[in-house]
């Protein structure tokens, strides 16, 4: 629990895309065979910094994902470690069958970013929402599967991925999120959960900007007496499943959150886990399996109950509180 | 022995191997295979730079077999050259075993997996792209299918190899007009694939796929101009070798009864004395 942020600071301005575009920067400058390859991708990405300062270690597809993925793969065959940064609407639906064949299934190290992740771009309509891609690039073999929660957890996430030379799909919101962690300074490992608050009254796991809601509704939940356990899945694959269990076995009920649709994701890894090994009552709360509404993310979250009222009341309900 | 005589045996060789391969094993793409037969062999014996005992080696050419189903030539092809021991070609497609109906890369001198159509030239074009960022003098080829032309990621991968103008890489069509429906010209009619490709921005040059002297200049001669990916369009017969198979549309991946493998090996041995 070291490092958490149990209050929430709001007003951060410095969003997960900087970050990331950032680190690697500072990565790429000490190892040239790192790469960043963007589909007319790199402002979205905010990759232009990248490009001004390290010309040639970034490459430029156009508008292209499948080749994007393709020629990443050969890049990363010749020695190189590519990063690929496109967006995760098109990045893991146009590219999926270069993601199977030449990426994870010819094992090839190559580092996929999906940008502006999820409801990043809520007004643009389901064409740029990426709700299905936890669920598509976890059921493939060989592929390792993240997505940070705040700023700090995005800089150590990518400074552990250059050295991790499994393929990784990572999924990144494309806007700032009040911060989790209170710095860097910590210790992150890949497919190591953390538990960000600790209760036994009941479990949330949350992914990616979901963690700050969970958070915020463990405080505001504790101020009424319950005590919630909060674990910041960061790696979907591999999962910690001995975490799930634990809270399983320690709290009951679970709740999960993410920013992706019912089908497939965290809710879905976490219940094939819990039903399998310690069966309790799990309900999952993420976007309805329909064209996701359209608007700002956190309005977004809010129709689909990703928001503190609604995880408190799910959680009163479980717990029968009151 | 003289060089030429050498491929044009080899040929026949290779033929005869994974015809026999295909026929015990009861599976396989036998006129795809016998059509890119020559292509592999004047690459695989002469163009190409390789190291088969060190089949990682950083300088080597790179094949990339991107008509992934055309794999029994290629399988045969590896282990007569030594890649791994030609004993195993009769576990080909075998429970478990990791000569399977496509291209591996748990098998040493597969450099990646194929066999999804359209994928192996975006590939190829970063292999290519890596070299010259690392200055380094190898070449990337890459075979493609001619029906696999309408799959669109080749033509992205196409603008990409001309954009980084990469004379590393050739790109090679067995074309053969022939795939497992019909004609190319019937199924999705892709001419002129030449002028598609030179204005891609390719220098496109034409053979006889099955004429071994014509592909060892045409091949052996890359790059052929400084700054510009090259696209051999080599003219092949499907299920050549064999008179039966010779274009025809059911040899896909037909495979020989008895009677067929018999009179199959009885010609390709025939083919063979012309040489003694």
């Given at each position: ?98 993601i199977k064949v030449d990426v994870a299934y010819s094992q090839m ?31 493939i073999p060989g592929l ?23 393929p ?155 | ?276």
């Amino acid at each position: 629990m070291n490092n958490v942020l149990l209050q929430k600071v709001e007003g951060n301005k410095i969003h997960n895309r900087k970050v990331a575009s950032e680190t690697l920067l500072e990565l790429a400058k000490k190892d040239r065979d790192i790469l960043v390859l963007t589909s007319d991708s790199r402002g979205s990405a905010s990759l232009v910094p990248f490009a001004d300062a390290l010309p040639e270690q970034l490459v430029e597809v156009g508008i292209a994902e499948q080749n994007i993925v393709g020629i990443a793969a050969g890049l990363a065959s010749a020695g190189k470690k590519p990063f690929v940064a496109s967006p995760a609407c098109f990045l893991s639906m146009r590219s999926i069958e270069q993601i199977k064949v030449d990426v994870a299934y010819s094992q090839m190290n190559v580092k996929l970013i999906g940008i502006s992740g999820g409801v990043s771009y809520g007004a643009l309509g389901m064409t740029h929402h990426s709700l299905q891609d936890l669920a598509v690039t976890r059921a493939i073999p060989g592929l390792h599967v993240m997505m940070p929660a705040d700023r700090h957890e995005t800089k150590k996430m990518f400074q552990a991925l250059v050295n991790y030379e499994t393929p990784v799909y990572v999924r990144i919101g494309r806007n700032p999120v009040n911060d989790c962690y209170q710095s860097d300074e910590y210790e992150f490992e890949i497919g190591k959960a953390v538990t960000m608050n600790e209760g036994n009254d009941i479990t949330f796991i949350a992914i990616g900007e979901t963690v700050r809601i969970a958070l915020d509704s463990a405080e505001k939940l504790a101020q009424v007496g319950i005590h919630c356990r909060v674990i910041n899945m960061h790696t979907i694959k591999p999962l910690d499943e001995e975490v799930i269990i634990k809270a399983a076995k320690e709290t009951g009920n679970i709740i999960t959150l993410e920013e992706h649709s019912v089908y497939g994701g965290l809710g879905s890894a976490v219940t094939e886990v819990v039903s399998q090994n310690y069966p309790v009552p799990v309900r999952i709360l993420g976007i309805h399996d329909e064209p996701a509404v359209t608007g700002k993310t956190p309005e977004v979250f809010n129709h689909y109950g990703l928001s503190v009222e609604s995880v408190s009341k799910v959680t009163k309900e479980m717990i029968n509180y009151g | 022995m003289e060089e030429s005589t050498f491929l044009k045996r080899k040929a026949i060789e290779i033929r005869m191997d994974f015809v026999k391969m295909i026929y015990e094993a009861g599976t396989g793409h036998t006129g795809s295979s016998l059509s890119n037969t020559d292509i592999l062999v004047a690459l695989f014996y002469k163009v190409m730079n390789l190291d088969p005992k060190n089949p990682k080696w950083g300088e080597r050419d790179r094949y990339v077999q991107s008509k992934g189903h055309a794999v029994e030539s290629y399988w045969a092809v590896l282990a007569d050259k030594g890649f791994f021991p030609k004993e195993e070609l009769k576990t080909y497609s075998q429970f478990q075993s990791r000569l399977i109906g496509h291209p591996n890369n748990k098998v040493p001198g597969v450099e990646v997996n194929t066999g999804a159509l359209g994928h192996g030239l975006a590939v190829s074009v970063g292999m290519a792209l890596a070299a010259k960022k690392d200055s380094k003098s190898y070449r990337v080829f890459t075979l493609m299918g001619d029906g696999e032309q309408a799959e669109g990621s080749i033509w992205e991968a196409a603008m990409a190899g001309a954009h980084y103008k990469l004379d590393n890489l050739v790109g090679i069509i067995d074309r053969n007009r022939l795939q497992i429906t019909g004609s190319t010209d019937d199924v999705l009619s892709n001419e002129p694939l030449d002028e598609k490709w030179r204005s891609f921005g390719w220098e496109v040059i034409e053979v006889d796929g099955n004429d071994m002297d014509q592909l060892v200049d045409v091949l052996s001669e890359t790059p052929r101009v400084t700054g510009k990916p090259t696209l051999v369009l080599a003219n092949t017969l499907k299920g050549k070798g064999i008179s039966f198979a010779e274009n025809t549309v059911g040899w896909h991946h037909h495979v020989p009864t008895k009677a067929e493998f018999d009179q199959a090996m009885d010609e390709l041995s025939k083919q063979l004395e012309v040489f003694v």
